[in-house]
C-alpha cells in the first residue's frame, strides 16, 4: 500500500523560506513532485524530478523553488525560497509509479503574508 507522509508546510512571511518534504513508501516511483492548489484554482505542478534526475518547474517558480530527491530514502522535498503571496495554496506530493499509477498525499498548506 503505498503511503505518501508531507511536513514542512506553514506560515511565512514574503520573502521567507520553507521545505517540504515527502516520504514515500510501498512502491518505486519513476518520479515524484509538488502540486499546489489555491482556493478557487485548479491544481497545478510546482515541480518534478524523475528517477533519472530529470526535472521540471513551473515558470512562476523557476528560480526561487528546487525539488531534489533522496532515492534510497524515497523522498522528495522542495526547497522553497523568496517565497511571495501568491504562492499561497496547499501543496500536495505526487509519486508516479512506472505503471502510470499516480499517488497524493494529503496536503499541506502554504500560506505566504505579505
Known amino acids: 500500500q503505498v503511503q505518501l507522509v508531507e511536513s514542512g508546510g506553514g506560515l511565512v512571511q514574503a520573502g521567507g523560506s520553507l521545505r517540504l518534504s515527502c516520504a514515500a513508501s510501498?512502491?518505486?516511483?519513476?518520479?515524484m513532485g509538488w502540486y499546489r492548489q489555491a482556493p478557487g484554482q485548479q491544481r497545478e505542478l510546482v515541480a518534478r524530478r524523475t528517477s533519472t534526475g530529470r526535472t521540471n518547474y513551473a515558470d512562476s517558480v523557476k528560480g526561487r523553488f528546487t525539488i531534489s530527491r533522496d532515492n534510497a530514502k524515497i523522498t522528495v522535498y522542495l526547497q522553497m525560497n523568496s517565497l511571495k503571496p501568491e504562492d499561497t495554496a496547499v501543496y500536495y506530493c505526487n509519486a508516479r509509479t512506472y505503471s502510470g499509477t499516480d499517488h497524493w498525499g494529503q496536503g499541506t498548506q502554504v500560506t505566504v503574508s505579505s
Open positions: 510501498g512502491s518505486i516511483f519513476s518520479q
